[in-house]
């Protein structure tokens, strides 16, 4: 009787700590704010963490999930191709930003995003231009626009400056919190 007592306190105790609420109804479960369990997590602020830990395979599939379940919005088509432009496939993440960018022009970080990417396809004279409309897009807000810009300006000017070259810098930026660099190797 003892023994059938203990299993059926474990199991009450096993099944309470499986709802939402753990066993009790605090916010401190082992879910995000607001989130009910593990079919209800937002992708893309999955997608950002592991953006945020340079897991970017792992952040391309958290972003898909999320375009699957809100569609293809501009959010979802700048994280898809922020994703892809760390994982190195610049043609892919260049055609998901220009997508970013069609669906809604004022989204700063789409355009300044497809610049970095043409900034490291070598086409700097439409680089310049996108961070242009990144940066006015944005009002003139973003520290990281104007500082690609100004990059981008520089090498428009001084197209041989090896130094210039070895020096850049490019600001990768998502929406939210947080800023992804996308940085040139440079000389030690």
Partial sequence: MQIKRT???????????????????????VFAPGVSGPGNVDGLIVGHRLM???????????????????????????????????????????RWLRRAVEEDPTFPPAWNNLGVILMERGQVSEASEVFRRGFAADNGNSDEIR????LALAKLENPGDTELQENQNFNLIRR?????????????
């Fill in 176 to 188: 939210g919190a947080g800023d992804f660099v996308l940085m040139s190797e440079e000389p030690l």
């Fill in 52 to 94: 945020a830990a340079g897991e970017y395979e792992l952040a391309l599939k958290a972003y898909n999930r999320a375009a699957a379940q809100q569609g293809l919005n501009v959010d979802t088509l700048s994280a898809i191709g922020s994703a892809n432009l760390n994982l190195g496939r610049l043609g892919q993440a260049e």
């Fill in 7 to 29: 299993f059926l306190g474990l199991m009450m105790l096993t099944l309470a700590a499986c709802t939402t609420g753990g066993l009790n109804d605090s916010t401190d479960g």
């Fill in 147 to 150: 500082d690609n810009l100004r």
